[in-house]
Every structure is written in C-alpha cells, then in structure tokens.
Nanobody, 120 residues
Framework: DVQLVESGGGSVQAGGSLRLSCAGS??????MGWFRQAPGKEREGVAI???????KYYADSVKGRFTISHDIENTLYLQMNSLKPEDTGMYYC????????????????WGRGTQVTVSP
C-alpha cells in the first residue's frame, strides 16, 4: 500500500525559504506531485516529478522559485525559495499517474498535508 507523510511546513516572511518533505512507501513507477490549496480556492498542482525523476513540471506561478526532487529512499522534496504571500496554503504530496500526470484526478494516493504560511 502507498503511504505518504508530509513535513516541513511552517510560517515564514515573504522572501524566505522552506523545504517540504514527503516520506513515501511503495511509490516506485508513480508520478509524484505537490499540490496546494489556499483558503477559499481550489487545489492546484504545483510541481510534478515523473517516474525515475527524469522529467519535472512546474506551475507557471512557481517556476524559478520551487524545485521538486527525490532521493533514493523515495522521499520527495519541494524546495521553496523567494516565497510570496500567495504561496500560502495547505501543501499535499500525492502519487498517481496513468495519463499526463498533470491532472489531479490521476492521483489516487494523498498525504494529509502540511501548512505553509507566508506573511508580507
């Protein structure tokens, strides 16, 4: 069974950095993604890592600031730099795929989320 546990969220000022981690099990051959949901808004995909880590996708809003990566123990990371107040939200790690890996409904396994708050 796939299990995902996020950590690393917190509160920072604008311009600061955070690194989120997602400890995963049985995630080989899945697309892995970071999604976020701001208060009152729909959940959106932030960054996607395709199987074997060869291809990455980023939402336009985070390109050049966020980096998705993983290690040999299948821990997924999201390095977030130059944070902005609009980056505030609950961040979720997810595993799935089968299509483009960019659609939320492709992801069947989700963590519980970790809160990121960026103050002006």
């Amino acid at each position: 069974d796939v299990q995902l546990v996020e950590s690393g969220g917190g509160s920072v000022q604008a311009g600061g950095s955070l690194r989120l981690s997602c400890a995963g099990s049985n995630t080989d051959n899945y697309c892995m993604g970071w999604f976020r949901q701001a208060p009152g808004k729909e959940r959106e995909g932030v960054a996607i890592l395709y199987p074997r880590g060869r291809t990455k996708y980023y939402a336009d809003s985070v390109k050049g600031r966020f980096t998705i990566s993983h290690d040999i123990e299948n821990t997924l990371y999201l390095q977030m730099n130059s944070l902005k107040p609009e980056d505030t939200g609950m961040y979720y790690c997810a595993a799935g795929g089968g299509g483009t890996c960019r659609e939320e409904d492709e992801y069947r396994h989700w963590g519980r989320g970790t809160q990121v708050t960026v103050s002006p």
